[in-house]
Every structure is written in structure tokens, then in C-alpha cells.
């Protein structure tokens, strides 16, 4: 039997303030040099992870507009064992679970070196914040029981 979720809150209806920084913030990380197809990759990652199906189903669909193929996005959470991610998603999407799950270890060491390689200090600012968006992002659609359809 199917369980039904009852929404609980628009938080951003109830004060459209917090909504305007939470977009500004998107705005800016889809400014950055980060290529949009990473963004959404590191978006539907960590909204796998805590488990928000608004926003595995908003950026898968945001995903496949910009170009992104299903066959990766099904493959998404189990980038480890898949052959279709590069070497710098990799690293990207090591880096979104590290974050996601920071109470755990944090960021490490190694992985940080490893991004290092590939990114500049701005551009891993810009990773950092894009996950923390959507980390935050997915605990108000959590929270909120923010439905996905």
C-alpha cells in the first residue's frame, strides 16, 4: 500500500525573502565555470542520498534538458562501479557525498587534493556551495514534505 505524504509548509511562501537568497545563490553557481551537466549530476547525487524525491525528480529533469543521458542518471548512484562517469565527475561526485554526509569525515584530505588538481580555489568554492545548496535545499523539502508531483 502506497503511503501518502501530506505536505506540510511552503516555507518560501511564508517568508518569499528566504526564496529570493536561495535563488540568488543558484543563480550565482550556475554562473560559475562549473559546467551545468556537473551541477545537476552533484544535485540528483545528493538528493539520492537524502533521499528528496522533489529534487531527484526536479534536476533529473533539469538534467536531461541540458543535455545529460538517461543511462548515466540511472547509473548515478552507483558512479563507483559505473564505467560512464569521467575521471573529474568522479572526483566531483566523491567530493558531493564527503559534503552530503559531513557528521561522518568531513571533506578529506585526499579528496580535497584530488579536486585541487582539477578545479581552481574559485571553482571548488563554487562545488562547495553548489552541495551545500543543495543539501539545504533537500532538507527543507524534506522537512516540509515538499511533494514531488
Known amino acids: 500500500m502506497q503511503k501518502v505524504v501530506k505536505h506540510r509548509l511552503d516555507v518560501w511562501k511564508e517568508e518569499p525573502l528566504y526564496w529570493q537568497h536561495m535563488a540568488a545563490i543558484e543563480n550565482r553557481v550556475y554562473a560559475s565555470s562549473i559546467p551545468r551537466s556537473l551541477i545537476e549530476l552533484v544535485k540528483i547525487r545528493a538528493s539520492q542520498i537524502n533521499k528528496c524525491a522533489y529534487c531527484i525528480d526536479y ?14 542518471i540511472f547509473a548515478l548512484s552507483a558512479w563507483k562501479e559505473s564505467p560512464l562517469f569521467t575521471e573529474v565527475e568522479r572526483i566531483v561526485l566523491k567530493m558531493t557525498e564527503e559534503v552530503t554526509n559531513i557528521s561522518q569525515d568531513g571533506l578529506s584530505d585526499d579528496t580535497y587534493e584530488k579536486v585541487k588538481a582539477h578545479f581552481t580555489t574559485s571553482e571548488i568554492g563554487d562545488l562547495i556551495i553548489c552541495i551545500s545548496h543543495i543539501n539545504f535545499l533537500n532538507r527543507v523539502g524534506i522537512s516540509t514534505r515538499t511533494a514531488a508531483y
Open 59 to 72: 534536476h533529473t529533469g533539469e538534467a536531461l534538458q541540458f543535455g545529460e543521458s538517461a543511462r548515466r
